[in-house]
């Protein structure tokens, strides 16, 4: 895929659990329930909308950035859902993606179901193979080590303490800062090629999808209004200067 092409529209990509494709107008409702409304889950990550519209002005600035070829952001979708329960993102660190952030956040009801490992593989192999990425830096709260374990099994090298990073309801955080490169994680994929069971977590895979459509109505949201607001969001760091948006926090 060229620039030209994914600039136009994200493509899917596609594992054996899940299927990544462009954040949509639909997925405002699910994305508030399992990220917004669940303090686990939002508690050291940067604040997210806060209600439909501003997910639906979070979409749309997404949109307007994956054209504009600074970010994208990828919704998550088990098979047997159509709706995300978690998303990735991945922004450019300069005018190219040589260097580049990604952030994540999945709902607590597909932890430890291997939702997120395949879904992170699918990503990085993204930002390597398509984006370029030569570096893909993350930021993770010192104190969750949920976060800094999943960035740890990734093979992520642990680089720097960030004093004071992370700003959460008035409380500032220390993050620490994450590294991938190119060159180890096509070294890394190519060693875990054919380790992946599929039959040790359909399970928990539908244990959780069971979970999430008790939460969940059926009919998907329409877009209140085509005006909405942009609504600027980075799932580990605060919008930087120039994101656009109402962002009060600036």
Request: aromatic letters at 10%.
């Amino acid at each position: 895929m060229t620039t030209e092409q994914w600039r136009e529209r994200l493509p899917s990509l596609t594992g054996n659990l899940l299927s990544l494709r462009e954040i949509e107008y639909c997925d405002a409702s699910s994305l508030l329930c399992l990220i917004t409304e669940d303090p686990y889950v939002r508690q050291y990550i940067s604040s997210p909308p806060p209600s439909i519209e501003a997910y639906e002005g979070f979409v749309e600035w997404c949109h307007r950035n994956r054209a504009a070829g600074t970010s994208v952001c990828f919704a998550i979708v088990p098979h047997g859902l159509r709706q995300a329960v978690g998303m990735f993102q991945v922004r450019s660190l300069g005018e190219k993606f040589l260097s580049a952030e990604w952030g994540f956040v999945l709902g607590s009801a597909f932890w430890s179901t291997g939702v997120f490992e395949e879904a992170a593989a699918l990503v990085a192999d993204f930002a390597f193979g398509t984006l370029h990425v030569q570096r893909l830096e993350a930021r993770a709260a010192t104190v969750n080590k949920r976060g800094n374990g999943a960035l740890t099994k990734l093979g992520a090298v642990g680089e720097a303490i960030l004093r004071q990073a992370l700003e959460r309801d008035g409380t500032y955080h220390e993050q620490l800062l994450w590294s991938i490169l190119a060159e180890e994680w096509n070294a890394r994929r190519m060693l875990e090629r054919d380790r992946f069971s599929e039959v040790l977590v359909k399970q928990s895979i539908q244990d959780a999808i069971g979970q999430m459509q008790q939460h969940l109505t059926v009919a998907a949201p329409k877009r209140s209004s085509p005006d909405t607001p942009l609504y600027p969001f980075f799932i580990g760091a605060r919008a930087r200067p120039g994101d656009g948006g109402n962002d009060s926090s600036e």
